[in-house]
C-alpha cells in the first residue's frame, strides 16, 4: 500500500485545482508508468515477454489508458463505449480485447468494426454469431470455467465461484466452440479465463496457468488446432492494509516460465502468454480527497465527509478496507491522539460509510483524509443517487508537467439534466 506523501496545503491546493473541488481523485501518472514497467521485467516466459491489456474498467479515463498504451499495454473491453475509449487513446485493432457476457449483435457489431479480437462467453453466442454469416474474423478467443479448480483461501464475491458462476464455457462447450469457429473459416484462435480477482497469493495464479495450459493441448487434440494467445485473466491483487503484502509478481513470473517449459508449450506452438490486469496497474496510484464536514456524536461517533458512496463505491457494497490518512493544519492536531470512529457520507442509506469503528486521528472541520489505494474501480463506478454529482479526476507526476493537471472535471447539474427530455408544454 502506498502512503500519501504530501502535507495539508500541498493536498488542499489539488482539492483547488479550478473544476475539480472536493471530493476529488488523484492519480499519480509515474506510479503507474512504475507498475508497467515492473510488469514488463517480471512478466517473462521463456524468450518473450508477456503482454497485459488493461482493463478499461479499473480506470476508463483516456489519459490514463494512453499511459499504459505509451508503455507497450493493450486494453480488455467489456463494451463498445469502452472500445471507443481505447480508440481516444490511441489504441487498434488487436490491441483491443472485446469480451463480454450475454451479449447483443449490436455489441459484436461496434467490435467487429473495430478490429478488436473477440472473446466469446458463451457457446450459444457462439452459434449465433457463425450462424449469421458474418465475415470471418481473423482471430477468435473463448472464455473458460473449469467449473471444479480448486483456490486456496480465495473470496470469490465478486467473480464468484467458478461451478457456480455466469461466465465461461465448461470443456465440452468450449470444444465445440472451437470446432465451429475453425469450420467458419478462423485460423488464428486464442484461449481466455478469469477466476480470480484481487488474490493475493501467486501459487492460486499458477493453478489458474496449469488448467490452462493443459485446456490447450486437449483443444489442439480434439480440434487440432494451436492458440496463438492464452489469456490467463487478471486479478493480480493489491495490498488494500497496511499490514498486506503486494503481490509477488517476480516470483509468479518466475514459476510461471518454468511452468510452461515444464508442460511443453513448446509443443503446442509456443503461444504467447498474456494478462488482463487492471486493479493491479492502477489501483495504489490513486486517492480520494475528502474534506471533514460534520461531526455527530450519538450511539457511536461518526464524521461526515464531503464524499459518498455516490463517488466511491467499494466500501459500501463490498465492505472493502481502504486505508485513510488524516490531514490538518491545526497547531494542535496531534496525528497520535485518535478515537474510534464511523466515516460516513450524506447518502440516505446507512452503508454509505468508508470506515466502521475505524481507529484515526480527532479531526474537526476542514480537516482532510485521504482515502487510498483508489486508483481501480472508484469513479468508475460512481452513480447519481440521491442527486449526487460524481468527483473529478487530477492528474500528478505526469511526464512534462509539473503542475497537477485536471483530466475530467466535476459533474454540474447541467450534466446530471443533460439526458431529460422535457415535455412540449416546457
Known sequence: MRTWDLGYEQTQALMEVPDAGSPVYVYDAAAIRGRCVQYDWAMRVGDQVCKNYFAVKALPNPEILEIAREQGMGFDCSSPPEITLAQRAGAEGEQMIFTSNNTADGEFDAAVGAHAM??????SLVERFVGQNRPTLPIAFCRSNPGDIEFEGVNEDIIGKPSE??????????????????????????LHTMLL????????????????????????????IDMEMINLGG??????????EDFDIESYGAELSELYADMGMDKL?????????????????????AQVINRKDTHKTFVGVDATMADFMRPGMYGAYHHITVLSDRPD???????????????????????????LPKTQEGDIMVIHTTGAHGRAMGFNYNGKLRAGEVLINDAGDEAPRLIRRKETVDDLFATLVPSDDE
Not at 473477440?118 to 457457446?123: A, P, Q, S, Y
Not at 461466465?167 to 473459416?185: H, T
Not at 480477482?197 to 487440432?224: C, P, T, Y
Request: glycine share 10%; hydrophobic share 40%; proline share 4%.
Open 197 to 224: 480477482s484481487n488474490e493475493l497469493d501467486h501459487k492460486n495464479h499458477l493453478a489458474i496457468a496449469r488448467h490452462m495450459f493443459e485446456l490447450a493441448g486437449k483443444i489442439k487434440k480434439f480440434v487440432g
Open 165 to 190: 458462476a455466469k461466465f465461461g464455457m465448461p470443456d465440452p462447450q468450449i470444444v465445440e466452440a472451437y470446432r465451429l469457429l475453425k469450420g467458419s473459416g478462423v485460423e488464428r484462435f486464442g
Open 333 to 359: 492536531f496531534d496525528p497520535e491522539d485518535t478515537e474510534t470512529v464511523n466515516v460516513a457520507g450524506s447518502l440516505c442509506e446507512n452503508n454509505d460509510q468508508f470506515a466502521i469503528d475505524r481507529e
Open 269 to 289: 506452438g509456443s503461444p504467447q502468454v498474456i494478462t488482463e490486469n487492471g486493479r493491479w496497474v492502477t489501483a495504489d496510484a490513486g486517492f480520494l480527497l
Open 235 to 244: 486479478g493480480f491483487g493489491v495490498a488494500y492494509r497496511p499490514e498486506q
Open 118 to 123: 473477440i472473446n466469446f462467453d458463451d457457446l
